[in-house]
């Protein structure tokens, strides 16, 4: 990979390139084995169909694939391979795969076999299903017991599991076109993976009421398959309104409300790191920060003194992250708190507290573990914590606040976070992600109305794992679901991310959006070992202090015929853009007369504003 490439994505591994099939009107990529973006007539049927494995904290395997033999034929393809996974205690399992595809049919299917038996969360099939266009629009489902059920894609986000006991559903790609996605060699169900901020809707292999981690026998063959049966009664016709090359155009769209505040959290072990970054935080000038406070992860008085440090050169805003224990009540543990930020001297301008066991996932089938109620707890707060506003919701992802409803009438404002690397961490998916934020903030306004709403610290990686025992080590920079560092951090990708992410979450009127850290590995400062020099700043910068600066500015939103490729807002003068891509774009600005030229070129992952009068 080249200099520039590394300046974009922040390592010099290079993600291998897709290989485009095709079987006439249908297409498909084959990456790692598995198969993206699957189009009839260039309209997306299904975003993926892959055989998965997944360890006992869900963490995805990179299984190492031999043996693959590619045929791409007049009329349709085939693909053949084996996969082999190696399991931490020294087990194995092997995946033989076929694919056979023509123009109106697509088999896909597996055999996994492991010699001395294999743990495993999940093996098997998953099948994603794209939301754009999808969401709220009918779909008819077969069930494992014959009957079929008229239903509809779920608009607002699912909490649970929107259909169980699946062994096909079929669902309108555009008028004339059907699409029957039939899954055979056991029960599958979907989720709505928009609570994780995925772009897709997902059917998986294994119900999750079922026991997991689980074991497959030693020599015992698990076999699946997948048929994606396309039906077209269209006399001919094509389909028209897929992706098209040339120029994007951006049309004006309708007057919004205002930014929002930009916050930046600290944490206890870079509170002194912040301290000496001191000048980078005034140039950047957030309006609050968030300071995070776990006394199960032993922090103290002399976090919060830290944290009173770092407040006193702030001008803005500041927040108390607490996760609170729980082991005792918590009118004691907040009582205690309150004593020792006293000693601190730290009174922040709000609190967010939430219980530290809702931080975990209960996931459908699962106890709920032990928990004061959210009443008691928010009660402990407003007495221990006399004048001071009370937030909450989730300390984790969005998942956990829609399967958990906070009662909100006490509190000040609600707010959760998102992680775009909780099941896949390819640069396509982890931007799809961005095509789900709307979807996240609107099932928020629709259980919590008019509440005032903050997101984040949203990062690409992740700080905390709720589906697993821990988050995974990344020391050879990977692209790896579920790292708490990722090599795109440091690139060009993670600003284009950060102002994607900024203008997908406009229409939700937010109170605050955290998408970063100062320093550290969440951070807009390099620190010590990585590639860019100590202290230099990462691209992100760039993005954290653009909208620092547009807070509690008016913003008109602008329209994209390409949303997916390139994202827009206006804010008084200048129009912001953003290339989503690692292609170059050209974006035709017609409703810009006073410019000169009304075409732009953006380069990959490129973030511009343009000064739109004389």
Known sequence: MSTDAFALYGTHEAEDHPVRLTAGRLSADLANGNLRTIRYDGVEVLRAVSYLV??????????????????????????????????????????????????????????????????????????????????????????????????????????????????????????????????????????????????????????????????????????????????????????????????????????????????????????????????????????????????????????????????????GGSTLEIALSCRQAPAAETAEIARQMQAAGLRPDAILISP?????????????????????????AHEAFAGIRIGGGMLSYFTELNRKRVPADRLGFVSHCTNPIVHAADDLSVMQTLEALPFITGSVRAIYGDKPYRIGPSTIPMRQNPYGSRTMDNPAGGRIPMANRDPRHNGRFAEAFALGYAIRVLDANLECLTLSALTGSFGLVAGKGEPAAEGSTRPIFNTVKLLSGLAGSSWLSCISSHPARLLAFQSGARLHMVNLTADEQRVDIGFAATLRDSSVTLTPFETASIELTA
């Open 54 to 315: 997944r360890d006992r904290d869900w963490g995805t395997y990179s299984p190492a694939i031999r043996d693959l033999f590619v045929e791409q034929a007049k009329d349709g393809f085939s693909v053949r391979y084996v996969a082999r996974c190696e399991g931490p205690d020294g087990s194995s399992l092997a995946v033989s795969v076929g694919i056979v595809a023509t123009e109106h049919e697509l088999a896909f299917e597996a055999a996994a076999l492991s010699p001395g038996g294999f743990e495993t969360n999940r093996c098997g099939f998953c099948i994603l299903h794209p939301i754009v266009g999808i969401a709220g629009r009918p779909a008819k489902v077969e069930h494992v017991d014959g009957r079929v059920v008229e239903t509809r894609f779920p608009d607002r986000i699912d909490p649970w599991q929107p259909f169980k006991d699946m062994r096909a559903i079929t669902h309108q790609v555009v008028p004339g076109v059907s699409a029957e996605c039939r899954m055979e060699g056991d029960t599958f169900e979907m989720e709505d993976q928009r609570n994780w901020s995925d772009a897709s809707y997902k059917t998986y292999v294994r119900p999750l009421a079922l026991p997991w981690p689980y074991r497959i026998a030693a020599n015992e063959p698990v076999r699946q398959r997948i048929v994606l049966s396309l039906k077209d009664t269209r006399s001919g016709q094509t389909v028209t309104g897929g992706p098209a090359a040339g120029s994007i155009r951006l049309e004006p769209g309708e007057q919004g409300g205002t930014m929002p505040a930009i916050g930046l959290i600290v944490t206890p072990e870079e509170a002194r790191a912040v301290l000496a970054a001191r000048d980078l935080l005034c140039e950047i000038a957030p309006q609050e920060l968030l300071f995070h406070f776990d006394p199960d992860a032993g922090h103290g008085t002399q976090a919060l003194k830290d944290f009173a440090a770092v407040a006193a050169l702030h001008r």
């Open 356 to 380: 530290s066991v809702d931080r975990q996932s209960t996931p459908p089938g699962s106890k709920w573990p032990e928990c004061p109620p959210l009443e008691e707890v928010y009660a402990a």
